[in-house]
């Protein structure tokens, strides 16, 4: 039986990256359907298949006996269970302590930073000044992406070594530090470069910049839409 994932756009969507760019990434086949998060008719889609009536949802299997799941966090963690092959957490207890932990913090955390710094693919790279709140968000990431990558990450470029969830839920970041041009150590730098680096990244980027829809309210330059 098929997995469906249930999207929104793309050049916006950071909850619907997390499980996409996870599962593309770990080479776990499935289909996406993909609603405008503007769509008049998108809560009443959701609501069919999403408690929140939001994105993403994720589908697995056909009818009545079909398992559906939302939210971005708790879709990465029926995948690793589902395919523990794709070792979406670290093997390491301690080290799968940790990266459960901070993509915790990131799905209930950094508010000011997604407000100042909405997602925003075709937006050319431009710096938005942060507030002091959104500094404080900064230095957080920063510190705990240096802090994952010199504790775990000897076997690979990722937070911990290879891809996993703990990326995954942080991959919408380097994409907001990457198009408000947001100062990081070396660290940090050399992480977003080997996220953005991957094929998933790619495909879900030209994706983006071909989408027709424009939502004022993700657009900071507004009534101007930058586009690259």
């Known amino acids: 039986m098929a997995l469906t994932l ?15 760019i996870a599962m593309k990434a770990a080479g776990i086949a499935f289909d996406e359907v993909v609603i405008s998060l503007n769509a008049p008719d998108f809560k009443q889609r959701l609501s069919k298949i999403s408690g929140t009536g939001k994105v993403p949802a994720l589908v ?19 995948l690793a269970e ?25 799905h209930a955390g950094f508010v000011p930073l997604r407000r100042l710094y909405p997602m925003n693919l075709w937006r050319p790279v431009k710096p938005r000044e942060p507030t002091p709140e959104v500094l404080a968000n900064i ?7 240096t802090d994952c990558r ?16 703990a990326d995954a839920m942080y991959a919408p970041v380097v994409s907001r530090f990457h198009t408000y041009a947001v100062e990081v150590g070396g660290a940090a730098r050399a992480y977003m470069a080997a996220v953005m680096a991957l094929p998933a990244w790619a495909e879900w980027t030209a994706a983006a910049l071909q989408e027709p829809w424009v939502l004022p309210e993700d657009e900071v330059d507004w009534p101007t839409v930058l586009r690259v």
Do not use: C
């Not at 929104?8 to 997390?18: D, L, M, P, T, V």
């Not at 230095?139 to 992406?145: P, Y």
């Not at 010199?150 to 969830?165: D, K």
């Open 6 to 20: 249930v999207i929104g756009n793309k050049n916006y969507s950071s909850w619907s990256f997390r499980p996409w």
């Open 60 to 78: 697995d299997g056909d009818g009545g006996n079909a398992v559906q799941v939302w939210e971005s966090l708790a879709i990465l963690e029926y």
């Open 139 to 145: 230095q957080r990431i920063d510190a705990m992406w």
């Open 150 to 165: 010199a504790r775990f990450g000897a076997g690979g470029p990722f937070l911990f070594g290879t891809f996993g969830a």
């Open 82 to 106: 589902k395919f523990p092959a794709a070792r979406l957490w670290p093997a390491d207890p301690a080290a799968r302590a940790h990266a459960r932990a901070i993509a915790s913090e990131m």
